[in-house]
């Protein structure tokens, strides 16, 4: 599991101050079992700046998935921190958090061009795209050795269509292994809906971080991650 700090951040900012610091949040995510520390330095800086980036670059001991856009300004700092690799995500100044995949069909060449200069310079690429095939395709072609599949949708679903959200997750989790791709999911999971997402055999791994912060108020941040790691790995036990 990738464990999400931003809204450390984001509490951080609210005041200006220099507490709570998201680079601790990442050392006790680390205690509590997390695989790597997933941060998104958006270009409006509204919660992780780059100060966080630098310090966590040089103290996170697992690994850093650096969510940014496809632009120039966050491709020259990805290759200035050197990531263990990079989400290309939509981004929109507005929105209150990522509303939905990259439309990687639709701006193909330019997200190719950011993802052959972040492999240029030794970053891996991964997108961050919507359930559906053409995307899927579309993120090999312009690069990427992974995709993190969005969730939203599932996660947002009603009661009564929540079995087919989940079966496209699956459906899109199996078809981008056939094309030799690293499988990620993330959005909008919690507590309450994630073990049967968990549970999809070709999803190497999860991306998750309001949940995680909201139940850290209460137990902490540790504690937090290895609630989640235990519903996860509950829901694999069977493989």
Do not use: C, W
Request: aromatic share 6%; charged share 25%; hydrophobic share 50%.
């Amino acid at each position: 599991m990738g464990v999400n700090v931003d809204h450390v951040a984001t509490l951080r900012e609210a005041r200006r101050t220099f507490e709570p610091d998201p680079v601790a949040a990442a050392y006790a995510a680390e205690r509590g079992g997390a695989a790597h520390i997933t941060i998104h330095l958006r270009e409006d800086r509204r919660h992780i700046q780059e100060r966080d980036l630098d310090v966590l670059s040089r103290t996170v001991a697992t690994g850093i998935d650096l969510e940014m856009a496809a632009s120039d300004e966050m491709v020259a700092v990805a290759l200035k921190y050197k990531p263990t690799f990079v989400t290309l995500v939509p981004e929109r100044r507005e929105e209150l958090t990522t509303e939905g995949g990259l439309d990687v069909a639709g701006h193909r060449e330019r997200i190719a061009e950011a993802a052959a200069a972040l492999g240029d310079g030794g970053v891996p690429v991964s997108m961050f795209v919507e359930p559906v095939e053409d995307q899927i395709v579309a993120a090999r072609e312009a690069g990427a050795a992974a995709v993190e599949i969005h969730t939203g949708a599932y996660a947002n679903a009603a009661a009564a269509d929540r079995a087919g959200r989940l079966e496209e997750l699956a459906s899109a989790a199996r078809f981008a292994a056939s094309l030799d791709l690293g499988v990620a999911a993330g959005h909008g999971l919690t507590y309450y809906n994630v073990k049967p997402v968990a549970a999809i055999p070709e999803l190497e791994e999860l991306n998750i971080g309001h949940s995680v912060v909201a139940r850290a108020v209460f137990v902490g941040f540790e504690e937090a991650t290895r609630l989640m790691l235990a519903l996860m790995r509950e829901a694999r036990a069977g493989f």
